[in-house]
T-cell receptor, first 115, second 113 residues
Framework: AQSVAQPEDQVNVAEGNPLTVKCTYS??????LFWYVQYPNRGLQFLLK??????LVKGSYGFEAEFNKSQTSFHLKKPSALVSDSALYFC?????????????FGRGTSLIVHP | DARVTQTPRDKVTEMGQEVTMRCQPI?????VFWYRQTMMQGLELLAY????????DSGMPKDRFSAEMPDATLATLKIQPSEPRDSAVYFC???????????FGEGSRLTVL
């Protein structure tokens, strides 16, 4: 069975500082890894994904994530946080197990960026 | 911009009533998912369709929930009878198997009194 862990319920960071939101995963075979963002009363929005290739993936709004196979991690990063980045962030993993490609989501991390 | 459309956005009903939520996936997408979001459980997968065929509904309470895709432009999630514990935000998402990322609708917030 595949699983995702987001160890922090909440991350607080000052505007202008770098931010990291952590994610570790477990899956059979090669993982498909995703980050999504959810603003209040909205649906989830796709930010970025890793399927293959360069371990550093760049996505929307200046976010990037680094795939680390040995640590089974896919942490989300941004060099300089904005107050508008405050939202709920979800990591997701899927694998080709059984050919289903059904993503499993983490419980989410609330990012709060202070002015 | 292509987007997933869900109706209704908000629904308040009384226990025992039937509730139907509708979703129009993005044209050309071959996967459709229904998720339920609550504070306690987070995001729970309820149903998964590929090319309109139901492939996984193991997360769905079978006695009261049903999900269908009568055609490529419509997916439905029905609860009959509804119970207070069904109160949640229900999301529909669509995507392509080959690329993997999902596009979510804005959700249907259900309150069962």
């Amino acid at each position: 069975a595949q699983s995702v862990a987001q160890p922090e319920d909440q991350v607080n960071v000052a505007e202008g500082n770098p931010l990291t939101v952590k994610c570790t995963y477990s899956v059979s075979g090669n993982p498909y890894l995703f980050w999504y963002v959810q603003y209040p009363n909205r649906g989830l929005q796709f930010l970025l994904k890793y399927i293959t290739g360069d371990n550093l993936v760049k996505g929307s709004y200046g976010f990037e994530a680094e795939f680390n196979k040995s640590q089974t991690s896919f942490h989300l990063k941004k060099p300089s946080a904005l107050v508008s980045d405050s939202a709920l962030y979800f990591c997701a993993v899927s694998g080709a197990s059984g050919g289903s490609y059904i993503p499993t989501f983490g419980r989410g991390t609330s990012l709060i960026v202070h002015p | 911009d292509a987007r997933v459309t869900q109706t209704p956005r908000d629904k308040v009903t009384e226990m025992g009533q039937e509730v139907t939520m509708r979703c129009q996936p993005i044209l050309g997408h071959n996967t459709v998912f229904w998720y339920r979001q609550t504070m306690m459980q987070g995001l729970e997968l309820l149903a998964y369709f590929r090319n309109r065929a139901p492939l996984d509904d193991s997360g769905m309470p079978k006695d009261r929930f049903s999900a269908e895709m009568p055609d490529a432009t419509l997916a439905t999630l029905k609860i009959q009878p509804s119970e207070p514990r069904d109160s949640a935000v229900y999301f529909c998402a669509s995507g392509l198997v080959d690329t993997g990322e999902l596009f979510f609708g804005e959700g249907s917030r259900l309150t069962v009194l």
